[in-house]
C-alpha cells in the first residue's frame, strides 16, 4: 500500500489527517491546497474512515474533476466511480436527473448554456411584445441569474420600483417558460436542487447520511446559494472540508462571496483551521512579487508565502508601443523558451480579456507555433455543433422549444417567419410546447411543419435502439446537416466538427461506462447498487441517485447534459503540445512553467470598469495575483503605448500593478520611465506564524493492523485532547505509540500503553 503521507509538509500532513470535523484550509497560490484535498479523500478512504461512495467533492471545472478523479485512481486502487466528484452544476444535474419527478422535471429536462438561455429571453420577450431596449434581455438575465444565485425565486425578490418589478414579473414568466419546455438553465440547476432537498426531508437525510465526508476545492468562489447547498447537504454535524484563498476570490461578479469563508468558520463552528505557507511552485521573485503586490490590498485574511526554491530569475518587463510589437516580442521570448527545451504547454500567456488574443493569435499563426485558445468559442459553442445537439436535444425531448426554433427551418425546408408565427401564436393559445402545436398549424405552412414533425419522429425511430455513436450518426446523415455543409463553400470545417461529435460520443460513453445499449443495469454505478436502497423509519424507500441513474439515464441525455455543461466550463485544458492562451480568470488553479502577463495597462487590467470603487480595484488586484502565481519559473509582463480595441486606437498607461512589485524581483527590458506614483491603499502586512509540530519525516511507511486493537484511520477520544484520529502507530507491545491528529490541539504522541484513549 502506498504511503500517501510521505512527501508533506508539517501543516499539510496535519490538514490531510485531520478528525471527521469542519475544517478550513487558508492558504495561499501554489501552497498544496488541491494537492491537500485530494491526498484526504484518498487517505480517509485507505484507512477505512469512509468508502468512495461516502466522498463528495467539489471543484471549481469538470477538467479539474476529472483530474481529480485521475490522480486519486493512481494513488488507491479503488473504483472511483461510486464516488461524487464534480461541479456544482455537474454534482447538481445528477440529483436532479436521479430525482427529477421529486424535483418537478421531465427525465429529459435538458440544459441551456449562457447563449441558449439569452435566446430563450430573447424569445419571452418579443412573444410578450416587450420592448427590448427599455428591458435589456442581457440585463434580465443578470437579474434572473443574480436572484437564483441567491437562492430566491421572482416572488422571493424584494423590489421598490416599477422597473424591477418588471423584471421580477419577466423572471417568473421565464420561469414558467423554462418549466413548459423542460429546460433548466445553469442557475436553476442549483435552485432546483436546493429546493428539493429543502423540502424532501426523506431525501436529505439519505444524502446527508450518504455522504460522511464533503470537500470543497477553491471556496473562497462559492456564492451564496452553493454555500447554502452546502449547509443542507452537510447537515448537523458534517464533516465539510474547504481549501481556498481569499487572495484568489475572482468572482464576485458572478455572485461569488468570499465572506462565506469566515460565514463557515463560524456556522460550521470550525475549530480546525490550517494555514499552509510553503509555496512548491514558484520560484523566489515570482512569489516576492506576488506577496508584495497583494499586500496592497486591506481586505484579507492575513497569510503569506515563502518558498525553498531560491529567487531564480528575475521577472521580465517590457514596454512596447504597439499591441503588434507586443505580440512579436511575446513571440521570440516565447521561441527562445522552446529553443531551450521547453515544451509549448507549459507556456501560457494571459491576458484580462478575451478581445486581446486576437493580436497575439494572429502572431502565433504567422510564425506557425501551434496554440489553443480557451475561454473563446468552445467546441459545443460552435453553430454547426449547436445545430446537432438541437436535432438531438429534440429526439430526446420534442418540447425544447429553443431547439426546435433552432433547426425547424435549418437546413431550410420551406418554413418562414410566417409559419412560425402561425405555429407561436398556437402554442400560446394552447399552452403547449411548439411541438405539440404543429398539427393546430393548417394549410401550407401545416404541412411543412407536418413534415419536420416527421423527420424527428423518423430519426428518433431510426435511432431508437442503436449506440449513442451511431445514433448521432443517423441523425447527421436524416438530418441533411451534412448535406447542407456539403454544399458550402467552406462547409469542409464544419463537417469535420460535426463528425467530431461522433467520436466525442464514442469517447464519451466509455468514459462512463455506458453499455452499448445501455440496459438498465449496466449504467454507470451499477456496483453501488447494493447500497442504494434504504428504508427510513418512516417506511419511505429512498432509492439513491446512483441507482436511479443507472435505471434511467438513457447515454443520449447523459451527453446532452456533458455537452451543457462543458460549453458552461470556464476552464482551459491543458495537455497538448501548443502554447496555452487564456484569460486570466480562466487559468486558475493551473501552473505553467512559463506564463506571459500582457496588456498590463491602465483601463485594460486593472480594468476600466473596476476603478470606480475600492473594491473593483482590489479584485483586479486579486486577479493579479492569481496570473502572477501561476508562473513556476518564468514570469514575463508586458504592456504597450498603444493599441487597437474594438476598433479604436487607445493610448495607454503603464498599469498601477508595475509600482507595487518590489524592484530587486524585476528587470525591465525597456528603459524604464517614471510614472507618476498612483497611492493606493496601503496597508500593514499581516503575519501570520505557526509553530509546526510534527514532521512528516517521522512518519514510518507502514499501514499496519497493530495488536493492541489500535487501527491507523480509527476516531479516539482523549481526556484532554479531545476528539482524534490516528495517524500512524509505532513500535509494538509495550513500546506502541500513536500519533494522533487532535485537530484545533494539534498533532500529538502518545504511548498507547499509557494515554487513556476510548474509541468513538
Ligand atoms: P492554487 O491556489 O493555485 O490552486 P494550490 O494551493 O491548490 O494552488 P497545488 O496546485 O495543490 O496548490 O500545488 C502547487 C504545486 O506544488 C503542485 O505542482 C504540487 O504538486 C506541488 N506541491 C504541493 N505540495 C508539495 C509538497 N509537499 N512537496 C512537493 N511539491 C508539492
Ligand atoms: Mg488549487
Known amino acids: ?214 470537500l470543497v476545492d477553491e471556496f473562497q468562489d462559492t456564492n451564496d446559494l452553493q454555500y447554502k447547498w452546502l449547509k443542507l447537504m452537510a447537515g448537523q454535524g458534517g464533516t465539510v472540508f474547504a481549501v481556498g484563498d481569499d487572495d484568489q476570490s475572482i468572482y464576485a461578479f458572478r455572485g461569488a462571496n468570499v465572506g462565506n469563508m469566515s460565514t463557515f468558520e463560524r456556522e460550521f463552528k470550525v475549530e480546525n483551521l490550517i494555514k499552509l505557507e510553503q509555496n512548491y511552485r514558484s520560484h523566489g521573485h515570482i512569489l516576492d512579487s506576488a506577496n508584495t503586490l497583494i499586500a496592497n490590498n486591506s481586505k484579507r485574511l492575513g497569510k503569506n508565502l515563502r518558498t525553498d526554491a531560491g529567487h531564480g530569475e528575475p521577472v521580465r518587463i517590457y514596454e512596447s508601443t504597439s499591441d503588434l510589437l507586443e505580440a512579436q516580442w511575446i513571440i521570440e521570448e516565447a521561441k527562445s523558451l522552446i529553443n531551450e527545451g521547453a515544451t509549448r504547454s507549459e507556456i501560457a500567456i494571459l491576458y484580462r480579456s478575451n478581445a486581446q488574443s486576437r493580436v497575439i493569435e494572429h ?205 458552461g466550463d470556464n476552464q482551459a485544458k491543458t495537455g497538448q503540445d501548443a502554447l496555452q492562451l487564456m484569460t486570466v480568470h480562466s487559468s486558475k488553479g493551473l501552473e505553467f512553467e512559463a506564463v506571459f502577463i500582457t496588456g498590463l495597462e491602465e483601463g485594460l487590467f486593472p480594468h476600466e470598469n473596476s476603478q470606480k470603487e475600492e473594491s473593483g480595484v482590489e479584485e483586479e488586484r486579486r486577479l493579479m495575483y492569481v496570473a502572477i502565481t501561476r508562473a513556476k519559473k518564468r514570469l514575463y509582463m508586458s504592456f504597450s503605448q498603444t493599441r487597437m480595441l474594438h476598433g479604436q486606437t487607445r493610448y495607454n498607461l503603464r498599469s498601477r500593478f508595475f509600482d507595487e512589485l518590489p524592484e530587486q524581483a524585476l528587470k525591465w527590458l525597456s528603459p524604464k520611465i517614471q510614472a507618476p506614483q498612483h497611492s493606493w491603499f496601503a496597508h500593514p502586512k499581516a503575519a501570520w506564524v505557526d509553530e509546526p509540530q510534527f514532521g512528516a519525516n517521522t512518519i514510518a511507511n507502514k499501514f499496519t493492523k497493530l495488536d493492541l486493537g489500535w487501527r491507523i484511520g480509527e476516531n479516539v477520544a482523549h481526556l484532554k485532547f479531545g476528539e482524534g484520529v490516528i495517524v500512524n502507530i509505532e513500535g509494538s507491545g509495550d513500546s506502541a505509540r500513536a500519533q494522533i491528529n487532535f485537530g484545533k490541539h494539534g498533532m500529538k504522541l502518545l504511548d498507547l500503553t499509557v494515554a487513556k484513549l476510548e474509541k468513538v
Not at 428591458?135 to 437579474?143: E, H, S, T
Not at 420534442?398 to 412560425?420: E, K, M
Not at 441533411?480 to 461529435?501: F, K, P, V, W
Not at 418512516?538 to 436511479?548: F, H, K, S, T, W
Open 363 to 567: 502572431a502565433l499563426f504567422s510564425a506557425g507555433i501551434p496554440y489553443r485558445v480557451y475561454g473563446g468559442q468552445r467546441y459545443f459553442e460552435r453553430a454547426e455543433v449547436k445545430h446537432a445537439i438541437a436535432y438531438l436535444q429534440l429526439m430526446d425531448n420534442p418540447h425544447n422549444d429553443s431547439a426546435f426554433l433552432r433547426v425547424v427551418n435549418f437546413p431550410t425546408r420551406g418554413i418562414g417567419a410566417r409559419s412560425l408565427e402561425h405555429l407561436q401564436d398556437a402554442a400560446r393559445q394552447q399552452g403547449i410546447s411548439l411541438y405539440a402545436a404543429v398539427p393546430y398549424v393548417a394549410g401550407k405552412a401545416g404541412a411543412s411543419l407536418g413534415a419536420f414533425l416527421k423527420l424527428i419522429e423518423g430519426t428518433r425511430f431510426e435511432a431508437q435502439h442503436l449506440p449513442l455513436p451511431e445514433m448521432i450518426q443517423i441523425m447527421l446523415d436524416m438530418s441533411g446537416l451534412i448535406t447542407h455543409y456539403r454544399s458550402e463553400r467552406e462547409g469542409a470545417d464544419r463537417i469535420e466538427n460535426l463528425e467530431q461529435l461522433v467520436n466525442a460520443a464514442t469517447l464519451f460513453v466509455a468514459e462512463e461506462g455506458f453499455g452499448h445499449n445501455a440496459p438498465a443495469l449496466s449504467g454507470p454505478q451499477a456496483d453501488v447498487l447494493a447500497a442504494a436502497s434504504i428504508t427510513t423509519a418512516d417506511g419511505i424507500e429512498i432509492i439513491d441517485a446512483d441507482a436511479r441513474l443507472s435505471f434511467i439515464m438513457s447515454p443520449l441525455s447523459a451527453f446532452l447534459s456533458h455537452a451543457s455543461l462543458e460549453a
Open 1 to 214: 500500500m502506498q504511503n500517501l503521507l510521505l512527501n508533506l509538509n508539517p501543516e499539510q500532513l496535519a490538514a490531510v489527517t485531520l478528525p471527521a470535523q469542519p475544517a478550513l484550509i487558508l492558504a495561499g497560490a501554489g501552497s498544496g491546497k488541491t494537492r491537500v484535498l485530494i491526498t484526504r479523500i484518498a487517505w480517509l478512504i485507505q484507512t477505512g474512515q469512509v468508502s468512495p461512495s461516502g466522498v463528495l467533492a467539489v471543484t471549481f471545472t469538470n477538467k479539474a474533476a476529472k483530474e481529480m478523479m485521475m490522480r486519486l485512481s493512481a494513488m488507491l486502487p479503488i473504483n472511483t466511480r461510486g464516488m461524487w466528484i464534480g461541479t456544482f452544476h455537474g454534482l447538481c444535474n445528477r440529483l436532479l436527473r436521479a430525482h427529477h419527478k421529486d424535483a418537478g422535471l421531465t427525465a429529459t429536462f435538458q440544459i441551456l448554456d449562457s447563449q441558449d438561455q439569452l435566446s430563450a429571453i430573447k424569445r419571452l420577450l418579443k412573444s410578450l411584445n416587450i420592448d427590448d431596449e427599455k428591458y435589456p434581455p442581457r440585463n434580465l438575465m443578470y437579474f434572473i441569474n443574480g436572484a437564483k444565485d441567491q437562492g430566491l425565486r421572482a416572488h422571493q425578490v424584494d423590489v421598490s420600483d416599477d422597473y424591477n418589478r418588471k423584471f421580477v414579473e419577466l423572471y417568473a414568466l421565464y420561469d414558467q417558460q423554462c418549466q413548459r419546455e423542460g429546460v433548466v438553465d445553469f442557475a436553476e440547476l442549483l435552485l432546483r436542487t436546493y429546493e428539493l432537498l429543502a423540502r424532501n426531508q426523506p431525501l436529505r437525510e439519505h444524502y446527508q447520511a450518504r455522504f460522511k465526508h464533503i
